[in-house]
């Protein structure tokens, strides 16, 4: 059975740093585009940042500057590095593995930026 399993969050204060990481298991992680998403209360599910098999990677625009994702292969986990973090940042981030005919989500691990 597939899963997914992110860790990481926490609370952090504005201009913080946290480090997401998902680790993957009973699929063949290179063959994926592996995802962040995040949901903050009352709103939709929103693309964060993503990371094809071979390592290209895309951003949302609220994002770029300050988040990166990374993958390791060898390891099937993702990590999203997420620097100086802001107030709208707060939300639960959940971790996506896409390949075509195949879609799997994390159980999402909360991110709550405030002083």
């Known amino acids: 059975q597939v899963q997914l399993v992110e860790s990481g969050g926490g609370l952090v204060q504005p201009g913080g740093s946290l480090r997401l990481s998902c680790a993957a298991s009973?699929?063949?992680?290179?063959?994926?585009?592996m995802g962040w998403y995040r949901q903050a209360p009352g709103k939709q599910r929103d693309f964060v940042a993503a990371?094809?098999?071979?390592?290209?990677?895309n951003y949302a625009d609220s994002v770029k500057g300050r988040f990166t994702i990374s993958r390791d292969n060898a390891k099937n986990t993702v990590y999203l590095q997420m620097n100086s973090l802001k107030p709208e940042d707060t939300a639960v981030y959940y971790c996506?593995?896409?390949?075509?005919?195949?879609?799997?989500w994390g159980q999402g691990t909360q991110v709550t930026v405030s002083s």
């Open positions: 990371s094809t098999g071979v390592g290209s990677t």
């Open positions: 009973e699929i063949i992680f290179s063959n994926y585009r």
């Open positions: 996506n593995a896409f390949s075509p005919g195949q879609h799997y």
